[in-house]
């Protein structure tokens, strides 16, 4: 089971907003960054966020990320079936000193 | 355009030890702003850092494999490495080499390698 927990599914339907959120504690979201990333069946994750709202350069601004207290949350906006992938989440523990990544979210658009 | 390529040797036996390289081209592995490391994604589970090193050889380890664990760096090939001692099942996972940024983002994943453990 991970540290930082995120629900295991989603759907929404074309076109709306989901938001895909991300609980840890004050050891990890709670004092350091966090990013979230893409995944399709079989490749390699895609970074989406870095620095809990930061954009690198070609991912669309339908795509945003926030952080308060020690909870994340990754927001798609207009979302199209092209969506449909896993989302996870990541950050620092700074009492573990390790990286830690989220369970994962399958969201699916209807 | 950053790739990253990973390269080992296939399957492994239960205690013996596994060995990856990743060979980056498009940058130089001489990066003052990133580090160069290892994840594994075992099958249906969550992603798991191995490590990273830096250009200069300073390396940092996931405690729960720091006993096992070993990454090197040769700039001369602009590639990196890992070693993976005594492994078993529990070792089997796609293991991902990645350019990681200064507060833990990974920005760029090679292709994956599938490390399966058996005898």
């Known amino acids: 089971q991970s540290v930082l927990t995120q629900p295991p599914s989603l759907s929404a339907a074309p076109g709306q907003k989901v938001t895909i959120s991300c609980s840890g504690s004050?050891?990890?979201?709670?004092?350091?960054?966090v990013s979230w990333y893409q995944q399709f069946p079989r490749a390699a994750p895609k970074l989406l966020i870095f620095?809990?709202?930061k954009r690198p350069s070609g991912i669309p601004d339908r795509f945003s990320g926030s952080k308060s207290g020690t909870s994340a949350t990754l927001d798609i906006t207009g979302l199209q079936t092209g969506d449909e992938a896993d989302y996870f989440c990541?950050?620092?523990?700074?009492?573990?000193?390790?990286?830690?990544f989220g369970g994962g979210t399958k969201l699916t658009v209807l | 355009q950053l790739q990253l390529l990973e390269s080992g040797p296939g399957p492994v036996k239960p205690s013996e030890t596994l060995s990856l390289t990743c060979t980056v081209s498009?940058?130089?592995?001489?990066?003052?702003?990133?580090?160069w490391g290892w994840l594994r994604q075992p099958p249906g589970k969550a992603l798991d850092w191995i490590g990273n090193?830096?250009?200069?050889?300073?390396?940092y380890y996931n405690p729960s494999l720091k006993s096992r664990v070993s990454i090197s760096v040769d700039t001369s090939k602009n590639q990196f490495s890992l070693r993976l001692t005594s492994v078993s099942a529990t070792d089997a996972a796609i293991y991902y080499c990645?350019?990681?940024?200064?507060?833990?983002?990974?920005?760029?994943w090679g292709q994956g390698s599938q490390v399966t453990v058996s005898s």
């Open positions: 990645a350019r990681i940024g200064y507060s833990y983002f990974v920005d760029y």
């Open positions: 498009g940058a130089s592995i001489k990066s003052i702003s990133h580090y």
């Open positions: 090193i830096y250009y200069s050889g300073n390396t």
């Open positions: 004050n050891s990890n979201i709670g004092n350091n960054y």
């Open positions: 620095d809990n709202s």
């Open positions: 990541g950050t620092w523990d700074s009492t573990l000193t390790t990286a830690l």
